[in-house]
T-cell receptor
């Protein structure tokens, strides 16, 4: 089991552009959450997907959106990128209230 | 609102010394508390979950609801314990489970 996998690992975007990050959950997991981790900070919850619906959302603007596919994989989309969106984006998966596993993250740099 | 505070950004101890990483939280309901660890160049991984009451790698943590604390302790620190440690909180059970609120983390360095 490869665990939670994310792609790409690193990317650079220009202000105003849009970005899509991808996540495959751990085998058997149906719930996917996304977190933003700025340098020197703890991860911050963006949103959670379950059964292809956004179930919970943190304090992030509508520029942050997501999707979950029937195979439980997920995408995080960020529109109109700002310099402040530069961060590590973490995907986490779980099922039935069990242990939450994290991926290695996608490093986004906005220039 | 959920809030987790880790008052120490850096903590240094010598090998064999006891170590305690502090965590305080605020939450209006019944939370689940966790400690996550991130070793150098590795992903975030679960160290402890309070409901499991297990001791992992010699670490223990007791949930003190009166003091709203969940401090992480180990009686004899090892060099391989050097890492970033995050305390985290989630609403317990149901559809709210999994919305983790993290503290800012404590970097533990164990000197030989």
């Amino acid at each position: 089991d490869a665990g939670v996998t994310q792609s790409p690992t690193h990317l650079i975007k220009t202000r105003g552009q849009q970005v899509t990050l991808r996540c495959s959950p751990k085998s058997g997991h149906d719930t996917v959450s996304w977190y933003q981790q700025a340098l020197g900070q703890g991860p911050q919850f963006i949103f959670q997907y379950y059964e292809e619906e956004e179930r919970q959302r943190g304090n992030f603007p509508d520029r942050f959106s997501g999707h979950q596919f029937p195979n439980y994989s997920s995408e995080l989309n960020v529109n109109a990128l700002l310099l402040g969106d530069s961060a590590l984006y973490l995907c986490a998966s779980s099922s039935y209230g069990n242990t939450i596993y994290f991926g290695e993250g996608s490093w986004l740099t906005v220039v | 609102a959920q809030r987790v505070t880790q008052p120490e950004k850096l903590l240094s101890v010598f090998k064999g010394a006891p170590v305690e990483l502090k965590c305080n939280y605020s939450y209006s309901g019944s939370p689940e508390l966790f400690w996550y660890v991130q070793y150098s160049r590795q992903r975030l991984q679960l160290l402890l979950r309070h409901i499991s009451r297990e001791s992992i790698k010699g670490f223990t943590a007791d949930l003190n609801k009166g003091e709203t604390s969940f401090h992480l302790k180990k009686p004899f620190a090892q060099e391989e314990d050097s890492a970033m440690y995050y305390c985290a909180l989630s609403p317990a059970g149901g559809t709210s489970y999994g919305k983790l609120t993290f503290g800012q983390g404590t970097i533990l360095t164990v000197h030989p």
